[in-house]
């Protein structure tokens, strides 16, 4: 999944949840930033540090780091349980199950799932071009996840300037 459907399908869940009474005080800017964790480690360590890998998918999406974060959260997990579902529903949105080489990293062996060279700017943009083409249901997805997101602004009145200001400056 492309960024804006990360976001788009984690605030439109939090705003459902929310919706339910769950997760009031929730903030979308930490929830955004939890959804687009895992490719923030990930992709610049697939461009910079690991170019020869052959994989965008690395140790932001394995098992073990989701793991460790919800570990790590500790006693205030359920504090912090709004920000860990964005975080690990970043590998449901990216259906990882499908990657179990990098998912079930290093269970499987010390290599990531093998894709293509990603280790330039340039050549990641090729390679999310190549996967927009040949993959019709990711576009389905991202069509989806704007129709979600629409839904979400509409909602909570994010088109109005106020409420875009107080999102931006409160999270809320």
């Known amino acids: 999944m492309l960024p804006l459907g990360h976001l788009a399908f984690t605030w439109g869940t939090l705003h459902a949840l929310q919706r339910a009474g769950k997760f009031p005080d929730a903030d979308y800017r930490l929830a955004a ?3 687009l964790a895992p490719d923030a ?13 052959n994989a965008a ?3 932001g999406h394995t098992l073990l780091m989701h ?3 919800w570990l790590a959260a500790g006693r205030k997990r359920r504090q912090w349980l ?5 975080f690990s529903g970043h590998l449901l949105e990216d259906r990882i ?4 080489q990098t998912f079930l990293w ?8 093998q894709w293509r060279h990603v280790g330039s700017p340039a050549a990641f943009l090729d390679a999310y071009r190549q996967v927009v083409r040949q993959e019709p249901k990711l576009v389905i997805f991202e069509l989806l996840g704007l129709v979600i997101l629409a839904w979400t602004v509409v909602e909570r009145g994010w088109y109005r300037p106020a409420r875009l200001i107080q999102l931006l400056r ?3």
Do not use: C
């Open 33 to 35: 930033l939890a959804a």
């Open 41 to 53: 480690l990930d992709k610049p360590l697939a461009m910079f540090v690991f170019r020869r890998s």
């Open 57 to 59: 998918l690395l140790f």
């Open 67 to 69: 793991a460790l974060v």
């Open 82 to 86: 709004p920000y860990l579902l964005a």
């Open 97 to 100: 199950w499908g990657f179990p």
């Open 106 to 113: 290093p269970l499987r062996g010390p290599s990531f799932h």
């Open 170 to 172: 409160e999270g809320r």
